[in-house]
């Protein structure tokens, strides 16, 4: 059997390589939120033609309206971002267009979210994301009858959590991509997608342990890891197939969505093999040696 | 083995009365089979085959489903709305009541306005309260925010008789016959400029009220206020006892319809006012399906041949299981319904990965058992005990996450969005009718199936 165990410092490694870059993003640049969260308006125009958006940009700033930034989202599409508006300026804005480029823009999205809401949003998706880590872990700690379990899978489960975070910072960053609801979403959605992942590892401990009480934690982890690692990653491959179809085909809205479900699934592929495994075979150590100390 | 042939009827069962809920309902059959002059009439089909809707009385109830997918506003184009009430003049106990009261008066302006199944929820946030309101498909979406966000109070004012001649607005009093004392309203045009007005007819308490009013008052004028701001003030000719109305106040013909929506609808007890509205245009809608049901197919495809490809036949059983997986999902959003929206058809895609995992770990155990050196029928059954214990634990794992994501109970402290709440739903539906097909349908698959070849070789 191979001994996976031994390179778990190299696990955690690879782990830091992906998440260290990440971090450091998520400290200097931060997220970008979308107007969920900051409030704001979003409009997209489609016109008959082509325009540089540094044109609307300028109409708009002339005529005093304050404009955080204009897109290209599409062929002839066109994403402006301002702070939230009242409905009857946003026809006006929808008029100067039409009259300044001579064309009949069509109105594909107008969303207004109040500066309250967005802050709320905020809260409610913390308290979601700890709700959800809270009940994964007594789930988990109860069906293994031992805390030890609930506390490496959650680990596991920040690990991508953090690699989603880091990733998404650096991609605002590089090509403005936003952080809004539906990326909110994707991060708990994966959380319990890893947590699924390490179960599945766990219940082989689990078994095993039962099978052969005298064999040590470590060769157990061993052997679960082996008789896992081709069923986690014909699983995470077919929901890959899936994410990739829909990234490269499906529909502009929700683009991102799938790109961080993407990153997430490999990241939780990753972590509930060579994280959540690892780290119990750690924690085994750790409170072994207290014990022989004791 | 009875209940195993219990099983495989089962399968079948549901399996065609999906695959009955799932079709379109209008088929056009059209095949002809005539060549040249040669005239066979009998072998030519044009046919159109109609499914009607389920209606099933249960008690007083009515079970009725058109079954047909419902959209949500990303996909069909339409409006998410969020309006906030002004509570301050109403006392904390009777907060609820209002919002809900609001919430009915704008269930019936809206459904008079002609949008169909509008969905329309309150929430509390703090001591917030809101109404979340969402239409699809609605075109004119402004004049559905004006429609909605009017309080729409009626009250019918006169002047003191301390007045003199230079009485502005300010000088008019409430007479105590409001919007409540309403029968009904309907739009009416001026038989001599063919304006639009709003036609009112009282109820026989507003009738004898507005009989003493214009009594009182023959040869002054009386206002007619709306929301505070007056809309006309007629001088009374003679005294009116029909119970009958108009108000005449320079209105378009769909202001004068609104308006007429809003006093049938009655009054919203708050006022109420904007603070998020998205509006999503039908063709992006449009555009975005259709491409994520092709990526959706191209997706659900390579798995397909993936598992044949690594499973061999058995992955075929656990294609043909995934196929069964595909019709019952499509048949309960019909039936429930469910309203899908992208991020919703998001988690249905989500979902198939998950329905294989079931098999993935079945097969596994089952490669492990075989290689054991136990007797091939036996591992197949071992393998589907033992696997259980991780499907269902994993299994539950994604559930909790779903059931947080809807938030069934509205708890205030989560999100209640519509595209979150659609993508739990989804991803929840899926996970446990993949526990169903994944375990149920693949063993009853590979009984009738894989068992009778392994015996034949």
């Keep these: 059997m191979i001994n996976w165990m031994k390179f778990k410092w190299l696990y955690f490694f690879i782990s830091a390589l992906v998440i260290i870059p990440g971090l450091v993003s998520l400290f200097i640049f931060g997220l970008r939120p979308s107007i969920d969260f900051t409030g704001g308006t979003l409009l997209e125009y489609r016109f008959n033609q082509e325009i540089s958006p540094q044109e609307i940009n300028n109409l708009l700033q002339e005529k005093d309206y304050e404009v955080y930034s204009v897109q290209v989202s599409g062929e002839k599409n066109y994403l402006l971002r301002m702070p939230a508006l009242e409905k009857?300026?946003?026809?006006?804005?929808?008029?100067?267009?039409?009259?300044?480029?001579?064309?009949?823009?069509?109105?594909?999205?107008?969303?207004?979210?109040?500066?309250?809401?967005?802050?709320?949003?905020?809260?409610?998706?913390?308290?979601?994301?700890?709700?959800?880590?809270?009940?994964?872990?007594?789930?988990?700690?109860?069906?293994?009858?031992?805390?030890?379990?609930?506390?490496?899978?959650?680990?596991?489960?920040?690990?991508?959590?953090?690699?989603?975070?880091?990733?998404?910072?650096?991609?605002?960053?590089?090509?403005?991509?936003?952080?809004?609801?539906?990326?909110?979403?994707?991060?708990?959605?994966?959380?319990?997608?890893?947590?699924?992942?390490?179960?599945?590892?766990?219940?082989?401990?689990r078994e095993s342990q039962k099978l052969f009480p005298k064999a040590s934690f470590e060769s157990l982890v061993n052997k679960a890891v082996t008789e896992t690692l081709s069923r986690s990653l014909n699983n995470s491959l077919t929901i890959i197939f899936m994410l990739i179809a829909l990234l490269l085909l499906g529909g502009v809205t929700i683009k991102w969505f799938v790109a961080a479900l993407l990153i997430g699934t490999v990241s939780g592929t990753y972590s509930s093999t060579f994280n959540a495994a690892p780290l119990l075979v750690l924690w085994e150590n750790i409170s072994q040696r207290r014990k022989k100390q004791q | 083995m009875k209940r195993r042939r219990f099983l495989v009827w089962l399968v079948i069962i549901l399996t065609l009365g999906s695959l009955y809920v799932d079709l379109p309902s209008k088929i056009h059959l059209k095949f002809d089979f005539s060549f040249g002059k040669s005239q066979l009439s009998w072998l030519k089909i044009d046919k159109e085959i109609t499914r009607p809707p389920l209606s099933w009385p249960i008690g007083k109830y009515r079970f009725y489903r058109d079954l047909e997918i419902k959209k949500g506003i990303d996909l069909a184009g339409g409006a998410h709305l969020v309006f906030q009430a002004d509570m301050a003049n109403i006392v904390p106990e009777n907060r609820q009541a209002a919002i809900d009261s609001a919430k009915d008066n704008i269930e019936k302006r809206v459904n008079?306005?002609?949008?169909?199944?509008?969905?329309?929820?309150?929430?509390?946030?703090?001591?917030?309260?809101?109404?979340?309101?969402?239409?699809?498909?609605?075109t004119d979406i402004n004049q559905a925010i004006d429609l909605i966000g009017q309080t729409a109070q009626l009250d019918f004012r006169e002047l003191s008789q301390e007045a003199t001649q230079a009485a502005t607005f300010a000088d008019f009093q409430p007479t105590g016959l409001?919007?409540?004392?309403?029968?009904?309203?309907?739009?009416?045009?001026?038989?001599?400029?063919?304006?639009?007005?709003?036609?009112?007819?009282?109820?026989?308490?507003?009738?004898?009220?507005?009989?003493?009013?214009?009594?009182?008052?023959?040869?002054?004028?009386?206002?007619?206020?709306?929301?505070?701001?007056?809309?006309?003030a007629p001088n009374v000719q003679e005294p009116i006892t029909s119970g009958e109305a108009v108000i005449s106040g320079n209105f378009t013909l769909d202001e004068a319809k609104e308006l007429s929506i809003q006093l049938n609808a009655g009054a919203l007890p708050v006022p109420i006012s904007l603070i998020e509205q998205r509006n999503i245009g039908a063709t992006l809608g449009v555009e975005s399906v259709q491409k994520s049901i092709q990526a959706g197919l191209i997706g659900l495809l390579m798995v397909i041949v993936f598992m044949a490809a690594y499973y061999g036949r058995l992955g075929l059983l656990a294609d043909g299981a995934l196929v069964v997986y595909g019709l019952?999902?499509?048949?309960?959003?019909?039936?429930?319904?469910?309203?899908?929206?992208?991020?919703?058809?998001?988690?249905?895609?989500?979902?198939?990965?998950?329905?294989?995992?079931?098999?993935?770990?079945?097969?596994?155990?089952?490669?492990?058992?075989?290689?054991?050196?136990?007797?091939?029928?036996?591992?197949?059954?071992?393998?589907?005990?033992?696997?259980?214990?991780?499907?269902?634990?994993?299994?539950?794992?994604?559930?909790?996450?779903?059931?947080?994501?809807?938030?069934?109970?509205?708890?205030?402290?989560?999100?209640?969005?519509?595209?979150?709440?659609?993508?739990?739903?989804?991803l929840g539906l899926g996970v446990a009718l993949s526990l169903f097909t994944g375990i149920v349908v693949t063993r009853t698959l590979i009984r009738a199936f894989y068992r009778k070849e392994k015996i034949k070789g």
Excluded at chain 2, 112 to 122: D, M, R, S, Y
Excluded at chain 2, 191 to 220: C, H, M, W, Y
Excluded at chain 2, 371 to 377: F, I, N, Q, T
Aim: aromatic share 12%; hydrophobic share 50%.
């Design chain 2, 178 to 232: 409001t919007g409540k004392d309403l029968k009904k309203s309907e739009v009416k045009f001026d038989p001599n400029s063919g304006e639009p007005q709003v036609g009112l007819e009282f109820n026989s308490e507003g009738t004898q009220k507005f009989a003493d009013i214009t009594s009182r008052n023959v040869g002054k004028p009386v206002a007619i206020f709306l929301d505070e701001l007056p809309v006309t």
């Design chain 2, 328 to 426: 019952l999902t499509l048949a309960l959003y019909k039936l429930i319904p469910v309203t899908l929206t992208l991020p919703g058809i998001a988690g249905f895609i989500l979902s198939i990965g998950m329905a294989v995992d079931a098999n993935i770990l079945i097969f596994e155990r089952m490669k492990e058992e075989f290689r054991s050196g136990k007797p091939r029928l036996i591992a197949i059954e071992l393998a589907f005990g033992r696997a259980w214990d991780s499907i269902r634990d994993a299994n539950i794992c994604t559930l909790i996450t779903c059931f947080i994501l809807f938030n069934p109970f509205n708890w205030s402290f989560l999100n209640v969005s519509g595209m979150v709440r659609g993508f739990a739903l989804t």
């Design chain 2, 112 to 138: 008079l306005f002609g949008v169909t199944e509008p969905v329309i929820q309150t929430s509390k946030v703090g001591d917030d309260y809101r109404l979340i309101v969402e239409l699809a498909g609605v």
């Design chain 1, 88 to 205: 009857e300026k946003a026809l006006e804005v929808s008029n100067l267009l039409a009259e300044k480029f001579n064309d009949e823009p069509q109105e594909i999205r107008f969303e207004v979210v109040g500066p309250t809401l967005g802050r709320e949003l905020m809260i409610k998706t913390i308290v979601a994301i700890i709700l959800a880590a809270g009940f994964i872990l007594g789930y988990v700690a109860w069906r293994f009858k031992n805390a030890k379990f609930g506390f490496c899978a959650i680990l596991a489960m920040f690990h991508d959590t953090l690699v989603m975070l880091g990733a998404f910072s650096l991609l605002g960053y590089f090509f403005g991509v936003e952080v809004d609801t539906l990326f909110v979403t994707a991060v708990l959605t994966i959380l319990s997608f890893s947590v699924h992942d390490t179960v599945v590892v766990y219940d082989r401990i």
